[in-house]
Structures are given as C-alpha cells and as structure tokens.
C-alpha cells in the first residue's frame, strides 16, 4: 500500500475514533443530564464533521497529482474544515435554545477542544 493511501486511511481512522470518543463522553453525559449530553454531542459531532470534510478533500487527489494541486486540496480542505466548524457552531447556537446558558455553551465548545485534541493524540498513541 502507498504511502499516500496510509495517509488517508490514517486521517478517517482519527476521525473515526473522534466519533468514537464523541459518542463516548455524550453518553457519560447523560448520567448529568439530557442538556449535558446533547452538548457534549453537539460539540464533538462538529469537529468530527470538519475533520472528516478535511481527510476527505485533502486525500482527494491522486497519487502523483501535481504537489500544486495536492497543496491547494489541502488549503481548500482547511477552508472548508473552517467553514463548517462556525456554519455548525452558528447552527448549534441558534437551534439549541439552551445553549444560551453559559455553562452549556461552554461544555460544548470544551468538547469541540477535546475532540480536536484526540486528532492531535491519535498519531502519538498509534505510531505505525
């Protein structure tokens, strides 16, 4: 296997073990309460959308590709992880009503940092 395709495996291997993770501390959550729980999802689930938008455009071109064209898929994958982290943040904001309450808000943006932290872990952890 190239070392291109190991690259990708590798990036939807973090994202999914972010999602593992994320599915993991909602329901611990829940011990708290429904509200707990809910943002703990709402924040894990979007940074495990933008980092897997992120592996997917990044790994796009083809192997071989010109390094001008892998260059500008990975530039537009961080725009794009960007774009969807505050369309998404905008969203939970403005559709989960108690979001509103500081200490809500601030447990969703800390599992969003936890999860980011996983994808920074993940290639410590699981050297190949």
């Known amino acids: 296997m190239s070392r291109y395709l190991k690259g990708r495996d590798f990036a939807l291997q973090t994202v999914a073990v972010q999602l593992l993770?994320?599915?993991a501390i909602s329901a611990m959550g829940l011990a708290v309460n429904n509200q707990i729980a809910i943002s703990l999802f709402a924040g894990?689930?979007?940074c495990v959308t933008a980092?897997?938008?992120l592996a997917l455009v990044a790994f796009r071109p083809q192997m071989g590709?010109?390094?001008q064209k892998m260059l500008a898929a990975f530039y537009t994958g961080e725009l794009?992880?960007?774009v969807i982290t505050a369309l998404m943040f905008l969203l939970a904001f403005k559709q989960i009503?108690?979001?509103k309450e500081a200490a809500y808000a601030a447990t969703m943006i800390l599992a969003y940092v936890m999860i980011q932290v996983v994808a920074w872990i993940s290639p410590l952890v699981r050297r190949q």
């Open 21 to 23: 993770v994320t599915l």
């Open 44 to 46: 894990g689930i979007i």
């Open 51 to 53: 980092n897997l938008w």
């Open 65 to 67: 590709a010109p390094p």
């Open 80 to 82: 794009g992880k960007f």
């Open 97 to 99: 009503g108690f979001l």
